[in-house]
């Protein structure tokens, strides 16, 4: 199936949850710093395993990165 992340096109199994998608793209869970909003709501971190995405999804991930 076909999402929208970050601006660009991704094919992607269907039935995928938001966890899998992370994975998928090498981006790592972490506690902090991670924040994803799909159809322009944020999605709480405790539902990234069981919130399955649907065709046609708009998913922006950001990662914040600290320095000095």
């Known amino acids: 199936m076909k999402l929208l ?3 660009k096109e991704l094919n992607v199994k269907e039935d ?3 966890e899998e998608l992370l994975s998928h793209m090498d981006i ?3 506690p902090v710093g991670l924040a994803v909003a ?3 709501e944020v999605v709480p ?3 990234y395993g069981v919130f ?3 065709e046609g999804d708009k998913v922006e991930i ?3 990165v600290g320095g000095g």
């Open 28 to 30: 790592p869970l972490r």
């Open 62 to 64: 950001v990662n914040i």
């Open 38 to 40: 799909v159809n322009e």
């Open 16 to 18: 995928i949850t938001l």
């Open 52 to 54: 399955r995405l649907k």
């Open 45 to 47: 971190k405790s539902k």
């Open 5 to 7: 992340v970050n601006g």
